[in-house]
Nanobody
Framework: QVQLSESGGGLVQAGGSLRLSCAAS????????MGWFRQPPGKEREFVAA????????NYADSVQGRFTISRDNAKNTVYLQMNSLKSEDTAVYYC??????????????????WGQGTQVTVSS
C-alpha cells in the first residue's frame, strides 16, 4: 500500500506562487494516475488536477486551468502542483491522491483510494 505525504503549503500573497510536492512510498507509484484535490474552509473537497502514469496527459479544473501545473517525477516517486497567480479563493487544504483506475484521469473523490494528510495553502488578498 502506498503512503502519500504532501509538503510545500504556506501563506502567500495574492498573485504569488507556491509549489506543492507529494512524496509517495511504495512500489506502485508509477503504476497509477495521480490527482490533487483541495478543500476550502466550510466546503466539500474538490478536484484540482490529475496526471497520467507517464505524465503525458493532464486534466484540470476550470478554476485553475492556465494557472496551475501538475507534473510528476516517477524516479523520485513525487507528484507536484505548481500554483501561479494565486487568488484568495485558492485558500484550502490541498491533498494528493492515487487513483483507483489505471485507465483514466478521474475527477471524483470516490475514484481515488489513497490520500495524503493534506497541506494548508492560505492566500492573503
Amino acid at each position: 500500500q502506498v503512503q502519500l505525504s504532501e509538503s510545500g503549503g504556506g501563506l502567500v500573497q495574492a498573485g504569488g506562487s507556491l509549489r506543492l510536492s507529494c512524496a509517495a512510498s511504495g512500489r506502485t507509484f508509477s503504476t497509477y494516475p495521480m490527482g490533487w484535490f483541495r478543500q476550502p474552509p466550510g466546503k466539500e473537497r474538490e478536484f484540482v488536477a490529475a496526471i497520467s502514469q507517464s505524465g503525458r496527459n493532464t486534466n484540470y479544473a476550470d478554476s485553475v486551468q492556465g494557472r496551475f501545473t501538475i507534473s510528476r517525477d516517477n524516479a523520485k516517486n513525487t507528484v507536484y502542483l505548481q500554483m501561479n497567480s494565486l487568488k484568495s479563493e485558492d485558500t484550502a487544504v490541498y491533498y494528493c491522491a492515487q487513483a483507483r483506475s489505471l485507465l483514466r484521469l478521474a475527477r471524483l473523490t470516490t475514484e481515488y483510494d489513497v490520500w495524503g494528510q493534506g497541506t494548508q495553502v492560505t492566500v492573503s488578498s
